[in-house]
């Protein structure tokens, strides 16, 4: 049977004929209607010639190719059991059992390996594709599992390949190259995704940006390890893969046994990036459970370091109060005998000697001043300096003789006592405290051990913490942008984009960040002036206008800014305050620009009424007078109200005069959608590390 898959303008058309594994004729736009004898002649159309010197029959590329399909590319499963090598692996269709709306289960099986595969097959409404692989030992003896990955065939005229790269503080840098004959596969082995993971891999038509070109792209939800890739075979075919990154003998199943991949996510779009994210952000938003608004964070990190007490901190609470806060969260430092980096990870019992009446008084401050209270904590992690690995020297992953790494080590979380002493600890102080939030840390590489068993045992905590809080909030943090996939993101309500609070370096890690996370998920805080990460210092308004677009929070000693920094940051909160509800809601878009040192960017609100943009200015531009700015995403026929938002001190400039239509002394400004995303407005010339926001408001 053929099957076609349709929502939102994607899909997939499925020939499951057999006797073979089913091949993927069509992913990408929707064909319109097309009856079961179209969908029949178009398979039946789609079966190559047989080449020269080739396989005798036709070659097609198929969901789970292997080499006795003659596909010589990266198969889509290996392993061997004794007798039975990888090229012995030949599966036939068994069945494909639809099991809800776009939803298949295709079941195989190689009767001489003996082993099946059932690929779990979904189109969300919002047309996001994904695909999980399961494979079952059927035999006796045990099989040796290398890989079992998902592979989709995507169009020779996707030659161009996007991915990201990135390190500490600097995340999520793109790499754009074309794919040529070859195989561009990059692998994560840091036991988490890492500050360099390949975290979307996009491959389109020339040229591809973020409102143009067709583009097609994976991504691995999954926090441990992994590879992905883009490959084009000299057969001629182009594919995208992707599946969990597993060490020789990590997965040996026995008789009966299972594995299933985790799952991978596939997104096409017909209108680039922003288009990506038009499919992915209402698909992640659908699995919220938070209720209310995401509040406004004061973390202490970069505000106080180490330098925990009550005097300092109940300082820092006033100050947050004054300025709008909701949230206070008590980074690193509260925890028995930590007063550097360097020990007492594993130790979760509060710090007796600087909080001699546990965090009960902190508490009290902070919600008597009318904030909700967040604690930091590192579950993963061991230091050698502790009184855990003292006592449990072998609930350490890895050898002892390895090196630390932040000086620390990690807790073997798939050792059940090791397990259930961090499930006791965490519950027990979200028993004894009223915490509603919780900032999850992961500060180093694992390095050792079995990535797969610890990835496995930290979803299970995580969902036991959860399950055991119902309401908690979590944020994911892995030294930053470290560990930020959509397996861990289906398990917490934030995550950590990066480090660094240096404007400039946000603007890059979001803008690309969010290309996969709606950016309700990104926490961006407001630093101090002089960036701690970069020594670079920003102006205020470039400050607050960055971390606008996200989850805002504050990581700065606010009791050293001075009383117009205060007020500025005060209505900075009011204005998010008021606007959060679209700009967490809303659609994310970009401007392609033809001068990368200007950018534009926004949120339009899901009924187009309004739109916040920013106008960014990360470098010197390339000339006097840049192009117009376009705003993208607006209604084509509605008019809309154009003014510029006050948030921080106006951006700096070098024009003599501003542009006509921002000229306080001119007219309001209405025009309609298609005249502003397509003819635009006269850019205002702010200078390098300034930002700009427009507020647009639709009056009919
Ligand atoms: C990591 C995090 C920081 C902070 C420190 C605390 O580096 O990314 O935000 O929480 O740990 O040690």
Known sequence: MIHYLRAAGAALVLDASGPGVPVLVHWGSDLGLLDPADLGTLAASSMPPVGPSSLDVPVRLSLLPTAAEGWSGRPGVGGFRTGVGQNDLSFELMCVRESGENTLAIELVDRNAAVSILIDLELSREGVLRLRNTLTNTGTGSFELAALDVILPVPDRAREILDFTGLW?????????????GLWSRESRHGRPGHDDSFLTVVGTPGFGFRQGEVWAVHEAWSGDKRVWGERSALGYAALGAGELLDPGEISLAGGESYSGPWTIAVYSDAGLDGLSARLHPWIRSWSTLSGPRKVVLNTWEAVYFDHDLDTLGRLIDAAATVGVERFVLDDGWFSGRTDDQRALGDWFVDAAKWPSGLHPLIERVHGAGLDFGLWVEPEMVSPESDLARAHPDWLLGSAAAPTWRG???????????FAYMLERLTALLREYPIAYLKWDHNRDLLGGSVHRQTVALYALMDAVRAAQPG????????????????????VDRVWPSDTNDPLERQQIQRYT?????PEYLGGHLGAALAHTTGR????????ATALFGSAGIEWDLTVATSAEMSQVRDWITVYKQRRASLHSGVVVHADASDPA??????????RSTAIYAQVAVGAPRAALP??????????ERRYRVRQLAVGPAAQTVQTSPPAWLDSAARELILTGAVLGRVGLPAPLITPEQAAVFILEAVF
Request: aromatic content about 2%; some cysteine.
């Open 627 to 636: 192009a117009p700015l376009r705003f993208p995403g607006l209604a084509p």
């Open 169 to 181: 503080s600097h995340e999520r840098r793109p790499q754009r190259s074309l794919l040529g004959q």
């Open 472 to 491: 908690l909030e979590i944020e994911s943090c892995a030294s930053g942008g470290g560990r930020i996939d959509l397996g861990i993101l289906s398990r």
């Open 408 to 418: 620390q080590r990690v807790l073997d979380l798939a050792n059940p006592d090791a």
């Open 537 to 544: 210092t920003s102006a205020l308004g470039f400050r607050l």
């Open 598 to 607: 200007l950018e534009l960017h926004g949120v339009v609100a899901q009924d």
């Open 514 to 518: 969010g290309v996969l996370i709606p």
